[in-house]
């Protein structure tokens, strides 16, 4: 198995002149092994992405050690997602309870609407404080972000979270170039804002992935809306039910995502201060490679 972990279990079974169930029960109750497929994931990392990660949620873990849950209500998440006509629904949505020899129902393949609308949501510890919508047509450069910043979240800060305005705050948002424009950059400064560093290709270290946009899109699958808006008034009734419901609070999760960067410790070298060196020069090799390379207008 060790060569090849691919083999079926007749293989084996050949090769030692053992009945296929006496190779089995080996393998699951003496070497406590299973048969798995490869698991989905989103991109493959390189090392230096790997180390950007590691390097990120090393930073943040030693900071909320040193916070506590301050620190996690000091943060403000938010980013943009497209708000779709019909989005299928989910597989475990799909489940039925039936008795035992009652037949499945079927279910095909089906593809999400193209016709849809863009939507910018900001959140927190205590659920989510804006929704906005993009116009049509409305491409988000750093010109258009910065003025929602200014225009749309500030005024919503005042009115729902003040003490937002009234502590440093910390932005933490994915490197898409709108984002890190430098006319937002200025702006945060002007603001004493801190921005928290957020590597590429880490959904799991998004509050804003992991927590707000599945429960905001999941009453949402499986319906299909014949106007835009429907499908908006439909995503306000799912953030006003999440409001109410405090469903999506789990900005906590952050702090737990974090500690798996230990399992990287083994990878460190002796040189400590050396790596801590390169480390930060793959951070600004990388910072400068992904303008290029990702995605660069939302549209």
């Known amino acids: 198995m060790d060569s090849d972990c691919r083999q079926t279990i007749r293989q084996p079974a050949g090769q030692t002149g053992l009945a296929p169930t006496t190779v089995l029960h080996i393998l699951k109750e003496r070497l406590s092994m299973r048969k798995i497929a490869s698991r989905w994931v989103p991109h493959q990392l390189t090392e230096m992405q790997k180390w950007l990660r590691y390097d990120a949620a090393r930073t943040h873990l030693e900071r909320y050690e040193r916070e506590g849950d301050a620190f996690l209500r000091r943060i403000i998440t938010l980013d943009e997602t497209w708000a779709r006509l019909y989005q299928p629904e989910l ?5 039925e309870w039936r008795h035992h020899g009652s037949p499945r129902r079927s279910k095909f393949r089906q593809n999400p609407i193209n016709v849809k609308v863009m939507v910018i949501l900001v959140y927190d510890c205590d659920g989510v404080i804006l929704t ?12 258009y972000y910065c003025s929602f910043l200014e225009h749309n979240l500030r005024p919503a800060l005042r009115k729902k979270r003040r003490h937002f305005l009234q502590n440093a705050s910390l932005i ?16 945060f400064k ?10 590429p ?18 009453p949402l699958r499986g319906t299909r809306f014949q106007t835009v808006p429907e499908i908006l008034a439909a995503v306000d009734r799912s953030i006003q039910t999440i409001n109410k419901t405090g469903a999506a609070t789990d900005m906590t ?12 410790q083994v990878s460190y070298k002796n040189d400590k201060k050396e790596k801590e060196q390169t480390l930060k020069m793959q951070r600004e090799n990388l910072k400068a490679q992904s303008l290029t390379e990702r995605q660069g207008y939302l549209t």
């Open 253 to 264: 999760l952050l702090e737990r995502s974090m500690p798996t960067y230990k399992t990287a």
């Open 172 to 187: 933490l948002h994915d490197n898409a170039r709108p984002h890190a424009a430098q006319t937002v950059t200025d702006l």
């Open 132 to 143: 906005r919508t993009v116009p049509p047509q409305q491409t988000v450069t750093g010109q």
């Open 91 to 95: 597989k475990r949505q799909s489940n």
């Open 201 to 218: 290709y880490s959904p799991d270290l998004s509050p804003w992935d992991y927590d707000l946009i599945p429960k905001m899109e999941e």
């Open 190 to 199: 002007r603001w004493s804002w801190e921005v928290l560093y957020h590597p």
